[in-house]
């Protein structure tokens, strides 16, 4: 079956801590992104990706880092430097279409991450 | 800048249509969508609607679209408890220039009564 996994669905981070959240896709997407939701907010976007080694701060960058040496995986680092990390950790990916063409993003089952 | 706006809660009884609304800012979005989100899960695409379309029907779900107003709405014709989840709408808009970029209304939740 083709989809998105996210991993772990529950992440525990204590202070000062790095931590890493997986995210794989076997769509064949070129493009991946990652976003952090909040209670009661929308989406924000963290980082993206549209080709294997490059990718782009989105939004909330800061205190967060990414790679994206596959094209299948884009792992997100929340690093000691994010200072209110609790949150829902939600990773998508899609066919990259030049600007104004549909271009349809499909959605993991997200990652809970708490600060101990 | 961007905005999309939604109302944070709406409450029908089973059997009833209910109906989402989202207001958005860029006039130059091409592509509109809903997505539904259940408990603790992420988010599932239930449909789109191309800027230069009125109306969208898919099954149980309408989609409206007002260009004017900048207003799209999501009508669920008779709702069924497993409707029960959050709502969000999402435009697209430029993103450095080549790359669409999704702007995430703030959900709405709605709730069935059986």
């Known amino acids: 079956d083709g989809g998105i996994t996210q991993s772990p669905k529950y992440l525990f981070r204590k202070e000062g801590q790095n931590v890493t959240l997986s995210c794989e896709q076997n769509?064949?997407?070129?493009?991946m992104y990652w976003y952090r939701q909040d209670p009661g907010q929308g989406l924000r976007l963290i980082y993206y990706?549209?080709?294997?080694?490059?990718?782009q701060k989105g939004d909330i960058a800061e205190g967060y880092s990414v790679s994206r040496e596959k094209k299948e995986s884009f792992p997100l680092t929340v690093t000691s430097a994010q200072k209110n990390p609790t949150a829902f950790y939600l990773c998508a990916s899609s066919i990259w279409r030049a600007r104004g063409r549909r271009e349809t993003q499909y959605f993991g089952p997200g990652t809970r991450l708490l600060v101990l | 800048g961007e905005d999309v706006e939604q109302s944070l809660f709406l409450s029908v009884r089973e059997g009833d249509s209910s109906v989402i609304n989202c207001t958005y800012t860029?006039?130059?979005?091409?592509?509109l969508y809903w997505y539904k989100q259940e408990p603790g899960a992420g988010l599932q695409l239930l449909t789109y609607i191309f800027s230069n379309m009125d109306m969208k029907q898919d099954q149980r779900l309408t989609v409206l679209l007002n260009k004017k107003d900048k207003h799209l709405s999501l009508r669920i014709a008779d709702t069924q408890t497993g409707d029960s989840a959050i709502y969000f709408c999402a435009e697209t808009t430029n993103y450095g220039g080549a790359t669409n970029k999704l702007i995430f209304g703030t959900g709405t939740l709605l709730a069935v009564q059986p």
């Open positions: 990706s549209q080709i294997v080694n490059d990718f």
């Open positions: 769509l064949n997407h070129d493009a």
């Open positions: 860029d006039s130059s979005s091409t592509y």
